[in-house]
C-alpha cells in the first residue's frame, strides 16, 4: 500500500500527544496523595498543552489527505459502520477532554477527577478506533490481526513516554520516573513490533495468478496489465519501492524508533542530562515515521495481483 505523507504524520504525531497525556494522568494518580505537590496544577496544565498541540497537529495534517477538503464535515456521517468516522467524533471528543482537564488544573477545579477518567476512557478508544480502520480490512492479511491494535496502542505510549521524560526534564526534573518507564514502553512495543513483522513475513497470499483463472500450472506469468499507462490502482496500492530499500526502512524503524531512543533514554539518566532527553523524542519521531511507512508498505493489497507489470 501506498501511504501519503500527511497519514504518517498525523497518525505519529498525534500518537506522541495521546501518549503524553497518558502519562500526564498516571503522574497524576501517583502523586495524588503526596503531602506536598509533587506536580504543579500548572505544569500539568502546560502538559495538557503541549499534548494538544501535538494532537492538532496531527488532525491538521489528517485534511492534506482528503480529496474534499470542504467536506470533510461528512467524514462523521457514517459512524454507524465506519471506523474512520468513529474516529473522526472521538478525536475532537479526547481533545476537548484533554483541553477541560487542563483548564480544570489550572483553576484547581474538583472536575481534574473526573475528566481524568473520561481523558483516559477517549484516549484510548481513540487509539483503537484508528487502528481498527485498517484492522477491519479482511482482505489485507497483514493488518487484519489483533497485532494492529496493539501496536499502534504500545507504539503511541512508547513514544509519548519519551516526550513526558523530556517534558518533566524541562519542567520538573525532579520526577525523573518516565525515563525507565520510556525505556520498558519502547522495549515492550519493539518487541510486539517484531512479532508483527515475523508474523507478516510468514503470511502467504489467499489468491494467486492461478486461482484468479483457475488453471493450476505453476509457470503462469502476467505479461501484460491490459493498460497503457499507470492509474489509481498502480499508484494508490503499491508503495512502488524496491525490496532493497523497504528492508533499509524496516532496518531504520528498529534503530530509530526504538533501539536509538532507548539508549539515549539510559544515557541521559545517568548523565542527568535534558538535552539527551529532547534528541530521544526528535530520534524517536523520524523512526517511527520510518515505521508508519513500512506498515503501510507491508500490507499486500490482493489487487496487485492483476498489475503486476505497472506495479
Known sequence: MHAA???LIFTVTAGFGQGLFIALLITQWLTASAEQPVVSPAQFAAGGAVSLVFIGIGLFASFFHLGQK???WRAAAMWRTSWMSREVIVMPATMAAIFFWSVAHWFGSPAVQWLSIVGFVLTFALWYCTAM??????FLQEWAHPLTIANYNLIGL????TLAAFFFGVTQPAVRLWIPLAIIAIVVAAVVRLISLRRNAQLKPKSTVQSAIGIKNPRIQQKAQGAMGGSFNTREFFHGKSMAFVTRARATMMLLGFVVPALLLLLSWYQDSVALLGLAVVVQYVGLIAERWVFFAQ???????YYQVVS
Do not use: D, E, K, T
Open 70 to 72: 470542504m467536506r470533510a
Open 299 to 305: 500490507a499486500n493489497h490482493p489487487q496487485n495481483i
Open 158 to 161: 512508547a513514544s509519548g513516554f
Open 133 to 138: 480502520i485498517y484492522a477491519c480490512l479482511r
Open 5 to 7: 505523507p500527511s497519514i
